[in-house]
């Protein structure tokens, strides 16, 4: 019988975090924030593959409505492959407001909503200005070929 290689340990996101962690300083000042970590590029990579479990309190509404866009995009693919189920919508919308973190402004959950909602509310506004402005330029493009 041969020895099997040993079986290597499958990192964790902690793992991950704390390879690429810088060495830790004073810490005696409690009334700073905390900042994550930095990651080094190849840890960051590997930290996007590995999925971890995180638990979440969604009210009943938030679930079925999840689980009815979930039904919706799933239904409307035009290529088959990945499953589109209410997990993934939870991690597109986490990822999202990772990449605009800097949007959210508040102390309480529904400041922070607010705050959200209306710089949505800005970019649908200045994306409808923008339709109209082209659509402006476009007839008098028009009127002064004629």
Do not use: H
């Amino acid at each position: 019988m041969t020895a099997q290689p040993p079986k290597k340990k499958k990192q964790d996101i902690g793992d991950l975090v704390k390879a690429g962690a810088p060495k830790k300083e004073d810490t005696t000042n409690t009334m700073t924030r905390r900042r994550p970590p930095q990651l080094d590029r190849q840890s960051a990579a590997e930290a996007k593959r590995t999925m971890t479990t995180k638990y979440v309190q969604l009210r009943t509404d938030q679930t079925i409505d999840l689980d009815l866009i979930a039904r919706d995009l799933q239904a409307a693919r035009t290529r088959k492959g990945e499953r589109i189920t209410a997990n993934t919508v939870i991690r597109v919308a986490v990822d999202t407001l990772l990449s605009r973190g800097g949007v959210l402004v508040g102390d309480t959950e529904e400041e922070l909503l607010a705050s959200l909602t209306g710089y949505l509310d800005t970019l649908e506004e200045t994306r409808e200005r923008v339709q109209e402005l082209e659509a402006r330029i476009s007839e008098l493009e028009e009127s002064q070929s004629t």
